[in-house]
């Protein structure tokens, strides 16, 4: 799986859109990206995930370059219960388990 | 509640003793996951099973950890011989698979403390 790399803390004020960075700058050309987010005392919840197109599901939009080497996880109205730990990961689905390996996120606290 | 449940939420023990934990995955799903986290550090992965067969062993899961599925519903995790490099939180999973698109869901785990 590729390694990737997110900026280890951001603040984002609430009610204004959150931008998480992810650089996968060695992604292959089948690899997914997946984004999980942890609020402190519970366990990862899935966000979502895309190949190449832009994705957007209820809870956020992913953007992905044009050259996947990068990706953006947009919260578009950050509230206070958005502050989590955020982990972008790079993996190849396959028909075999989804073990994912998760890095050390990027820790986002939003601010009244 | 439908969601992956936990027993117990915390759990001290002393060094040397052993631990069992519970993991109540979504009903419908076939998979389970078992990771572990340290504070301040993201999820490691353990073990899976699907159904009742455990599919993949992390070099992390040493012989003193034990992961059952026996009826391919609920899955218990044991650890013998308690060590304090032990304390962690325990997490379990589930899914829906096999899949390309499969997400996993997580439960809030089992915080151990070896004293």
């Known amino acids: 799986d590729a390694k990737t790399t997110q900026p280890p803390s951001m603040d984002c004020a609430e009610g204004r859109a959150a931008n998480l960075p992810c650089n996968h700058s060695?992604?292959?050309?089948?690899?997914?990206v997946y984004w999980y987010r942890q609020i402190h005392s519970q366990g990862p919840q899935y966000i979502i995930h895309?190949?190449?197109n832009n994705e957007t599901n209820e809870m956020a939009s992913l953007i992905i370059t044009e050259d996947r080497k990068s990706s953006t996880l947009i919260l578009p109205h950050a509230t206070l219960r958005d502050t989590a730990v955020y982990y972008c990961?790079?993996?190849?689905?396959?028909?075999?388990?989804?073990?994912?390996?998760f890095g050390g996120g990027t820790r986002l606290m939003v601010k009244p | 509640d439908t969601g992956v449940s936990q027993n117990p939420r915390h759990k001290i023990t002393k060094r040397g003793q052993n631990v069992t934990f519970r993991c109540d995955p979504i009903?419908?799903?076939?998979?389970l996951y078992w990771y572990r986290q340290t504070l301040g550090q993201g999820p490691e992965f353990l073990t899976y099973?699907?159904?009742?067969?455990?599919?993949?062993k992390s070099r992390l899961l040493s012989d003193r950890f034990s992961a059952e599925r026996p009826k391919g519903s609920f899955s218990t995790l044991e650890i013998q011989r308690t060590e304090q490099g032990d304390s962690a939180m325990y997490l379990c999973?589930?899914?829906?698979?096999?899949?390309?698109?499969?997400?996993?869901?997580f439960g809030s785990g089992t915080q151990l403390s070896v004293l």
């Open positions: 999973a589930s899914s829906l698979g096999p899949s390309t698109n499969e997400k996993l869901f």
């Open positions: 895309g190949l190449k």
């Open positions: 009903s419908e799903h076939n998979r």
């Open positions: 060695t992604i292959s050309g089948n690899e997914y």
């Open positions: 099973f699907q159904n009742e067969a455990q599919l993949e």
């Open positions: 990961i790079v993996r190849l689905p396959t028909l075999a388990g989804n073990m994912l390996t």
